[in-house]
């Protein structure tokens, strides 16, 4: 089945940093989803981007298909971003994401 | 709109009884899929409905089951408990027959004790 690798798998930055966020996988996918996990554990949506590039104010994503791998950008970062921030890939076929093991964000003030 | 919903948010339950968890999708949303989320082994596919219909079903003992009634809710029942199965379980429901964007409920944390 399809691997789904993050990293960094933890990172610590200062308020105001910017900071790059890897989800390299191991086959072609349809679907590909960012998330973060809020201290309560639900998983908000941050980006549905199977391809290309998107933006939502401080936040961006881009994925490049077909080099299999996918970034996440966090700008001018806060101390409310930190948490665990999710990629997740559709295994083809088979109605089911794929999860990496997630990067673990602490923003300090 | 209402978001996914997932009842009871929370379970302390001893091992050996059974339990059943509940999952409202998005109205208009058909999909509904379950994982399991542990700190060992993060987050893992359960099993996926569409139509009523079960279309994929993830590496768990028989013990994990599910179901969808014909208004799209979901219902996941796991029987014979074990302290293993302590986990945060998360429902997330999708609009068409292919997985497209899933959302997320809040999930339902379970203990076992």
């Known amino acids: 089945g399809i691997q789904v690798e993050q990293s960094p798998p933890d990172l610590i930055l200062q308020e105001g940093a910017n900071s790059t966020l890897r989800c390299n996988f191991s086959?072609?996918?349809?679907?590909l989803q960012w998330f973060h996990q809020n201290p309560w554990g639900q998983l908000i949506n941050l980006f549905y981007i199977p391809s290309g590039t998107k933006q939502n104010g401080r936040l961006s994503a881009t994925t490049v298909a077909t080099e299999r791998y996918s970034l996440l950008y966090i700008s001018s970062s806060q101390t409310t971003d930190s948490g665990v921030y999710f990629c997740?890939?559709?295994?083809?076929?088979?109605?089911?994401?794929?999860f990496g093991t997630g990067t673990r964000l602490k923003v300090l003030a | 709109k209402a978001g996914v919903t997932q009842t009871p948010r929370y379970l302390i339950k001893t091992r050996g009884q059974q339990v059943t968890l509940s999952c409202s999708p998005i109205s208009g949303h058909r999909s509904v899929s379950w994982y399991q989320q542990t700190p060992g082994q993060g987050l893992q596919f359960l099993f996926e409905y569409f139509s009523e219909t079960q279309r994929n079903k993830g590496n768990f003992p028989g013990r994990f089951s599910g179901r969808q009634f014909s208004n799209s809710r979901s219902e996941m029942n796991v029987s014979t408990l074990e302290l293993g199965d302590s986990a945060l379980y998360l429902c997330?429901?999708?609009?068409?027959?292919?997985?497209?964007?899933?959302?997320f409920g809040q999930g339902t944390r379970l203990t076992v004790v």
């Open positions: 086959d072609s996918v349809n679907n």
């Open positions: 997330a429901s999708s609009l068409q027959d292919t997985v497209t964007e899933a959302f």
């Open positions: 997740a890939v559709e295994d083809s076929g088979t109605y089911k994401y794929i």
